[in-house]
């Protein structure tokens, strides 16, 4: 196995040292809270050049002149100051990720989630290991943490266990989680985090415009099984000849590793979250299907998605809870949803940030501006159609090895690339397919960059098994999962577009203006 550095006689390889200036430069930017304030200084800065400037556009659907607006100007400071609660509390992802995050903080809090990835990855057959393996991982990001805590290191045991290289295993799991972090066969809390930042870029072009929860629902579904495909062959026929047989070194103890086993409660209280979980889903057919239902017609079943995520996370992790002991009274309850919010916090610092960078930017103009100068540009040179797609989820990977966080990029590159894409074409490409080309890049380079916060973790667990483990080992490890899922996804997302298909309930392909 190589490992992070060279022998002192032998001078670093240029793919370690292309390692070395990604990281090296990856740490020296600043936190994302940080750079959220740089980047509101710049657009301020920008909007007084543009204003002096008299930069202008035409907007190409109502003829209307937009010009660049001048945020240092008496009228945008007192707004700035008397509209900041206003801007913050109004900043849509806040209210839709902590909604949803007080359902799954208590199905992961009562170990509900682990359990059940536990007892999903441990109960299929030694041949199906590593599908199953992926599978897990690629459904864990309902609840991120438990798929970087609990799946990456269990693949390993596992692989063990069955006489398979531990490192294969943990590179599977990884990939899983990681790599396949967009695609699942349920909504998470990343699809309303999205949507709600898409939604306001799309609106600097059509004020009307919406963008459903489910906007890329349909194709992150189709995604799942082709991940596991593909990642089950990578670890198959590519990782596993490359690590060979497993040699444990002489002071490794294997009964110091967790097996995953479930204890008798954890058991009980899965059967009991099942039954809870079927009689939710009876609920909500209940209130979808009959006629005059609440939940009967399509819009308000969709604009409901988000209140169902928390019930149907929140009743089988009560139920689960309640079983294991975790659930004693009401006040345990309390507790789990306060230390979800709590954790939390970072979000809510960051949200805080990037609403007002999202409200000035909108404020100046300049996002409709560079979108419509933009897409002039873009057709003028021809440069439209699948090439486009393709450079966007290019750049959307490479600015991924830079900045971990998909929520803060997004929230930086929305406002720009929605409507830029909106209008690149006749007809151009509507904000749910730019917003499934940004989770296509967003996810396939994860696995690759030192910067990603779980990735020190990953070494850790892989250097139980060899201590010589470095950044380079698990890099060179990830890299056939990286492009092969990156190939496969992009091409999958374009066949999706080339057919026309659906990317999710009330989601367009296109923008018709």
Do not use: C
């Amino acid at each position: 196995m190589s490992t992070d550095s060279a022998p002192p006689d032998t001078a670093p390889s240029w793919s370690d040292r292309w390692l070395n200036r990604i990281e090296r430069t990856g740490n020296a930017l600043p936190d994302p809270v940080t750079l959220f304030f740089i980047f509101i200084a710049i657009v301020m800065v920008a909007s007084w050049i543009a204003h002096t400037a008299e930069v202008s556009v035409v907007h190409p659907g109502t003829d209307e002149t937009i010009a660049a607006d001048n945020l240092f100007s008496s009228g945008n400071i007192q707004r700035l100051f008397t509209d900041m609660a206003e801007t913050f509390a109004d900043f849509p992802p806040l209210g839709l990720v902590l909604v949803v995050m007080l359902g799954i903080g208590v199905a992961d809090k009562t170990g509900l989630i682990s359990a059940a990835l536990k007892s999903f990855v441990t109960s299929v057959p030694d041949v199906l290991l590593t599908a199953a393996l992926i599978f897990a991982g690629v459904m864990s990001s309902l609840a991120v943490d438990a798929g970087y805590v609990v799946v990456i290191p269990l693949g390993a045991v596992l692989f063990y266990g069955v006489g398979r290289h531990p490192l294969a295993g943990l590179a599977a799991a990884f990939a899983g989680v990681s790599a396949g972090f967009s695609a699942n066969l349920l909504l998470t809390s990343l699809d309303p985090l999205l949507a709600s930042f898409t939604e306001p870029a799309a609106q600097l072009i059509d004020e009307d415009y919406s963008v459903p929860v489910t906007a890329n629902w349909y194709i992150m579904i189709a995604l799942t099984p082709v991940f596991i495909a593909v990642g089950s062959y990578i670890t198959e026929a590519i990782i596993e000849p490359y690590l060979g047989d497993y040699e444990p070194p002489e002071d490794f103890e294997a009964e110091d590793i967790d097996d995953g086993a479930l204890s008798d409660d954890e058991r009980r209280g899965l059967r009991w979250a099942g039954g809870v979980t079927l009689a939710a889903i009876v609920g909500v057919v209940l209130m979808a299907v009959p006629e005059g239902a609440p939940l009967a017609e399509f819009e308000a079943l969709i604009e409901s998605i988000v209140a169902l995520m928390v019930f149907l996370f929140f009743l089988p992790g009560l139920a689960y809870g309640i079983v294991v002991g975790e659930i004693e009274d009401d006040s345990d309850v309390a507790d789990m949803m306060a230390d979800t919010m709590a954790d939390m916090g970072a979000y809510i610092v960051l949200a805080f940030a990037a609403a007002h960078f999202i409200a000035m930017f909108e404020w100046s103009n300049l996002g409709s501006i560079i979108a419509i100068s933009g897409a002039d540009l873009l057709q003028n040179i021809g440069f439209t159609g699948i090439p486009l797609l393709i450079a966007f989820i290019f750049v959307s990977g490479l600015i991924n090895l830079f900045v971990g966080s998909a929520s803060a990029k997004w929230a930086i590159m929305a406002p720009v690339f929605v409507p830029m894409l909106m209008l690149a074409g006749d007809p151009g490409y509507s904000p749910e397919t730019v917003q499934a080309a940004y989770r296509i890049g967003d996810a396939f380079t994860n696995i690759l960059t030192p910067l990603l916060p779980y990735f020190p973790l990953v070494i850790i667990f892989a250097q139980r098994y060899d201590e010589d483990v470095g950044i380079g080992s698990i890099i060179a490890l990830m890299l056939p999962y990286s492009i092969a899922f990156g190939v496969v996804s992009t091409v999958v997302f374009l066949l999706w577009v080339l057919f026309g298909l659906p990317l999710g309930p009330g989601a367009e392909l296109y923008y018709m203006g």
